[in-house]
Each structure stands twice: as structure tokens, then as C-alpha cells.
């Protein structure tokens, strides 16, 4: 029998065995991972120069440190930034445990070097135009590990949990819950029943449509929460050059009409490359990466809408899928890239005239087209109508030019319902990070985890 059984081996569930073993807890520890250790992750996509949809999961988004591995780790460290754990737990209680879980990234080799802290005239200018343009900057330092600086920093971890007696299961992928009158009781996993004390489900936005299938199956309380759709942009790094000296990576948030849905800037890479990865049902979607050492000449940046559903329907992660299998099936499979200047001219864009502008596609295989033949009529106008409001505070932004790719989808949606205390409606089965609905990053996945652990501890 297990003291501590975690299915994910993200930060979320990382960062509780971490936290426990720092604490001497001598509880037997077993973390199950569908995914490879991090030393067997590589994407073939260096070698092949393309996706190879690889079986059964996916490099990039499974495995030892879960979607972080490959991230270009910018570890958020406001709790305005993250997802909305802050407000379960409270906003001093979530900048302390950050501060704390920030302290542990050093421990094991993060750069020291903090991004956005002062308040300089840079960053009073970026703030007055965002004011004139309706917009929101958000304050965050960010601490920037890069790509292969976070895989090392993962590789050390990794490697001083097995040290310590912590068991993890690669290629091990969790098929059931075991609850018993309402008490979690373990999971059967590989066709393997796995019986532990505590069950900590951590499977991030990979694991999120399995989690929610699993509140269907046993009851577990749950609700809908929002989904984010949107777009990559991508443009030259001129354009983009106050902002990223200045922030590093701009958090702009608006409500642009007539909809007023909520949109925002996320994930944005200074001299990064647009990236695909893929999830279940070879849906594949667009993110961004950039590295410590190896630079490209643009930015890029996520634009994302926020959409909320009630009744009659209130499926938001079954809506953003059909929305990117559009989009892929425009694309033939494949991310589909549009100019900016093409969509407002209401054209597709054409392979050939990708290359006729400053920027070039750091995406190669992405696939010149029409997004706006998929790309919903509201979520498509606000973002529109937001990029013209950064085009305010970063002239050039709404050039004809700019790239959109898309589809850029954040899968956070089925939202666990959990008191303060992190305990869900069933009895001994907790749920952390991105599959639970309350974070939406490394730093406040890596901090439920550790808050986590805090509660075993007790
Ligand atoms: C390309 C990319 C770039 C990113 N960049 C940043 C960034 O710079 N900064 C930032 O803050 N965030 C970034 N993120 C987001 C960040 O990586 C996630 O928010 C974070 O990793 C969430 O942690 P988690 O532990 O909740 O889940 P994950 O990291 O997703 O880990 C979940 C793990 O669970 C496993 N799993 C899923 N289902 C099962 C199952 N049934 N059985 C067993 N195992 C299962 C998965 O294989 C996965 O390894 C990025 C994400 C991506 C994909």
C-alpha cells in the first residue's frame, strides 16, 4: 500500500513528492507517468524537420516534468499571473508560496537573473499607452530558465527523487479512479490496480478531458469554467524590441467591443519559435519556445480570447476542440499560418507570399491559409479588435505582415471544485495543476504541488 500515489509527473505532481522528501516525510511515494523520463524525451521533429505525430504520447507535452520540459521556462512570479489559484487560497498566501517555490527552482540551478522588476521609464511609457489604449499591463518579474536550461534543471530533479526513494512509473498511464463510498482508494493503471492513502491527480491540460471524464464517471464535483482560443502572432523582433527589453514578455489584457469577452497576451517568446505540439486525436495546436542561447529573429506572442458557456451547452473543451479540428482539417493536419493584412483583405494567404515581407515563419511546416474559414465569427473580431489596441502601445503590431497562427488552444477548462484546503468533494483524491482548472503555468502548478504536500504534511 502507497502513502502517496500522483499520476502526472508535471510540476504539479514533482513539486508534492519534492516537497514532501524536503520535509523528511517518510512516506512511500509513487508517481506514475504516461509519458518517458526526461532523459528519454526528444522530439524527432530536430532531426526530421517535422512533426512525426509520435505514439503513444507525445515528447513535448508527456513525460518527467510534463508540458514544462520543453517550455522555454519563464517561471511567472506574481500571482496575478498563472491562473486563478489566488483565489482559492487567498493572494498573500499565493505570492508567499511563490516566493517559497521560486527559492527551490534556485536550489536546483535557475538562473538568478530576474526580468520586469523595476519600475523603469521604459515600463511607465509601455504602461500610459496601454492606459490610452484601454488595455491592462500586468506587473510580472519573470525568472527565465530557456528550453534546454529548464531540461537540465527537470534532469536534477528527477534525478534526486529516484535518489531518494521516490518510485516513478514511465509509460504508465492511469485508465481509472478507484473510489469506494465516495473515498478515493487508488487507480488502476496499466491495467493494474495501484492502492494508496492519497491519490493526487496531476495530468495537466494532456490529462484534463480524462479528468473530466473521470468527475463523470464517479461523481466528482466539477464545473465548467472558460476556455482560450486564440492565435500565435508572430512578427519582427524591431517591432516588439521596447517591450521585450523593457518586460521580457508584455501582459496586456483587454475587453475589447463589442463582445467584450476577455483577451489577452500570454506566453510571448522575444527571438523564440512558433512551435506545434499535439494532443489526443491528433489534434495539433500552436505554442512558442524560445531558447537561452539559440535566437530567431521574431517574436512571438499568443493572442487569447476567453469564452464561458452555461446553458444549454457547457462543454468548453469538447467547443475549442472542434474549433481546432477546423482548423487542422483546413490546414490538411497541419498548423495553418495567415497574414494579417491578407485577413483584413478578406484573402487566404498563399504559400509563395509568406516569404514577400520582413518576417519569416519560424514554424516551417505551418501551411498558408484562411483561419477566418474556422476561427469563430466572436473569438475571430476580438482579437482583431484587441491587436489593433497593442498596435497603440507597439506601433507596427497590426502590420500587414504580422502573422497569425492558429489554433492556439488552452485546455484549462473543467474546473475541480476543492475548499482552501485543497480537498475535493471525494475523500483522500486531490487534483493540482492544469488538469484541475485552478493554474495555467509552471510556477503555480509547481506551487499547488507544494501546498499539497504541505497539507500531507500535516
Ligand atoms: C510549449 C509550451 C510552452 C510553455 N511555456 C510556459 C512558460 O514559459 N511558462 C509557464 O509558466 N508555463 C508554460 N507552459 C505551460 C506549463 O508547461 C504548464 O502550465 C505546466 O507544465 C502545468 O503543469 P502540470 O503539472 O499541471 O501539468 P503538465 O506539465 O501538463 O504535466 C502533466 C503530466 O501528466 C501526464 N499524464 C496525463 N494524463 C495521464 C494519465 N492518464 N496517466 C498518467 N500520466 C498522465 C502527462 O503525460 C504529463 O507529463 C508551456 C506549455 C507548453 C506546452
Redesign the pocket.
Not at 32 to 35: D, I, R, T, V
Not at 64 to 71: K, N, V, Y
Not at 439 to 446: F, I
Given at each position: 500500500m502507497l502513502d502517496v500515489l500522483i499520476?502526472?509527473?508535471?510540476?504539479?505532481?514533482?513539486?508534492t513528492a519534492l516537497e514532501l522528501l524536503r520535509n523528511n516525510s517518510g512516506k512511500k511515494i509513487l508517481i506514475?507517468?504516461?509519458?518517458s523520463m526526461i532523459d528519454k524525451r526528444s522530439c524527432p521533429k530536430a532531426k526530421t524537420g517535422k512533426c512525426v505525430h509520435c505514439k503513444p504520447?507525445c515528447h513535448?507535452?508527456?513525460?518527467?516534468?510534463?508540458?514544462?520540459?520543453?517550455?522555454?521556462?519563464?517561471?511567472?512570479l506574481s500571482y496575478e499571473?498563472?491562473?486563478d489559484l489566488p483565489e482559492l487560497i487567498g493572494a498573500d498566501y499565493a505570492q508567499k508560496m511563490i516566493d517559497y517555490t521560486d527559492k527551490i527552482y534556485l536550489e536546483f540551478g535557475a538562473d538568478t537573473h530576474v526580468e520586469g522588476l523595476e519600475a523603469t521609464e521604459e515600463i511607465k511609457d509601455i504602461r500610459r499607452k496601454a492606459i490610452q489604449a484601454d488595455l491592462k499591463l500586468v506587473d510580472c518579474p519573470i525568472r527565465?530558465?530557456g528550453?534546454e536550461k529548464?531540461h537540465e534543471l527537470y534532469l536534477r530533479i528527477q534525478e534526486h527523487l529516484l535518489a531518494n526513494g521516490v518510485e516513478i512509473l514511465p509509460h504508465?498511464?492511469?485508465?481509472n479512479l478507484i473510489i469506494e463510498d465516495n473515498v478515493c482508494k487508488g487507480?488502476v493503471?496499466n491495467g493494474k490496480e495501484f492502492r494508496a492513502e492519497k491519490v493526487i491527480?496531476?495530468?495537466?491540460?494532456?490529462?484534463a478531458d480524462?479528468?473530466e471524464n473521470m468527475c463523470r464517471i464517479h461523481g466528482i464535483q466539477n464545473e465548467a469554467g472558460v476556455v482560450d482560443i486564440g492565435v500565435r502572432v508572430e512578427l519582427r523582433n524591431e517591432v516588439m524590441e521596447k517591450v521585450n527589453e523593457a518586460l521580457y514578455e508584455s501582459k496586456l489584457i483587454g475587453y475589447p467591443k463589442p463582445f467584450m469577452n476577455k483577451v489577452r497576451t500570454f506566453?510571448q517568446?522575444p527571438g523564440g519559435f512558433v512551435?506545434q505540439?499535439n494532443y489526443e486525436n491528433n489534434l495539433a495546436v500552436v505554442?512558442?519556445?524560445?531558447f537561452k542561447d539559440k535566437k530567431s529573429g521574431n517574436t512571438n506572442l499568443a493572442i487569447l480570447c476567453s469564452h464561458h458557456f452555461s446553458v444549454p451547452f457547457n462543454e468548453p473543451i469538447l467547443y475549442a476542440q472542434k474549433v481546432g479540428q477546423l482548423l487542422n482539417m483546413l490546414g490538411d493536419g497541419n498548423i495553418l499560418v495567415q497574414r494579417l493584412g491578407d485577413i483584413r483583405n478578406g484573402k487566404r494567404t498563399w504559400q509563395k507570399e509568406l516569404s514577400q515581407g520582413n518576417v519569416r515563419p519560424t514554424l516551417p511546416d505551418a501551411v498558408a491559409g484562411d483561419i477566418t474559414s474556422a476561427i469563430p465569427y466572436r473569438t475571430m473580431i476580438s482579437i482583431l479588435s484587441f491587436i489593433d489596441q497593442v498596435d497603440k502601445v507597439v506601433p507596427g503590431f497590426a502590420s500587414s505582415e504580422t502573422l497569425l497562427y492558429a489554433p492556439e488552444i488552452k485546455f484549462?477548462s473543467n474546473r475541480i471544485r476543492m475548499d482552501a484546503d485543497l480537498n475535493t468533494s471525494v475523500k483522500n483524491l486531490y487534483c493540482?495543476?492544469?488538469?484541475?482548472g485552478w493554474?495555467?503555468?509552471?510556477?503555480?502548478?509547481?506551487v499547488?504541488?507544494v501546498i499539497m504536500a504541505k497539507k500531507l504534511l500535516n
Open positions: 499520476i502526472g509527473a508535471g510540476p504539479a505532481g514533482i513539486f506514475a507517468e504516461q509519458g504520447t513535448i507535452t508527456s513525460g518527467f516534468a510534463g508540458a514544462g520540459a520543453f517550455s522555454d521556462g519563464k517561471l511567472s499571473v498563472g491562473g527565465h530558465l528550453t529548464a504508465h498511464d492511469a485508465e487507480a493503471i491527480v496531476a495530468t495537466g491540460r494532456k490529462g480524462w479528468l506566453c517568446n512551435a505540439e505554442n512558442g519556445h524560445s484549462y493540482l495543476g492544469d488538469s484541475s493554474t495555467r503555468g509552471l510556477m503555480m502548478a509547481s499547488m504541488g
